[in-house]
């Protein structure tokens, strides 16, 4: 497995997540709405918006999963954080970097990923990221694709917008 990439710029990311104070507040309807779409749309049984911090994967929102946090060493957020696009592990036992992962090898079997960053407006620092998770392995269609990143690109304005 490999773990999680940290940025080069990493202290300035981190400036960027905790100037938006959202770390650790309560659910809001406006973000779960967003992650019971997507996994409804697209009939995904997981979907969350992911706050990366020094050392976890915090979710703002959460559908799918009793979680609300995970590490972000070997979170799939953690490596789908740095990407400038949309990332995508079609099958996560095909994939080096996750074959042995322990979301992929233990509960909850996770199986397929896309994930798109999520930005900072005022400093273009990734914060987070928006995704996506599966039981079984999936191919995406150009509509599906696109579907990600519009919501995705909804939770970067609101995590933008004070509530």
């Keep these: 497995m490999q773990t999680a990439p940290i940025p080069e710029n990493e ?8 100037r938006l104070a959202i770390l650790d507040t309560a ?13 409804e749309s697209l009939n995904m049984p997981i979907s969350t918006i992911s706050i990366i911090d020094e050392n976890r994967e915090w979710y703002k929102s959460c559908y799918g999963l009793d979680q609300k946090q995970g590490d972000r060493s070997i979170s799939f957020c953690g490596h789908a ?35 798109v960053a999520l930005r900072d407006q005022k400093t273009n ?17 150009i509509k599906e694709i696109g579907l990600i990143i519009e919501i995705a690109n909804r939770a970067e304005r609101e995590l933008n917008t004070k509530g």
């Design 27 to 39: 659910p809001e309807k406006r973000f779960d709405k967003l992650t019971k779409e997507a996994a």
């Design 125 to 141: 620092r990734p914060i987070g990221v928006f995704c996506v998770k599966d039981f079984k392995p999936r191919k995406l269609s």
């Design 81 to 115: 954080l740095l990407s400038s696009d949309i990332f995508i592990v079609e099958d996560t036992r095909n994939d080096p970097k996750f074959a042995d992962n322990p979301a992929v090898v233990g509960p909850p079997y996770i199986r397929f990923y896309a994930g």
């Design 11 to 18: 202290s300035e990311r981190l400036a960027a997540v905790h």
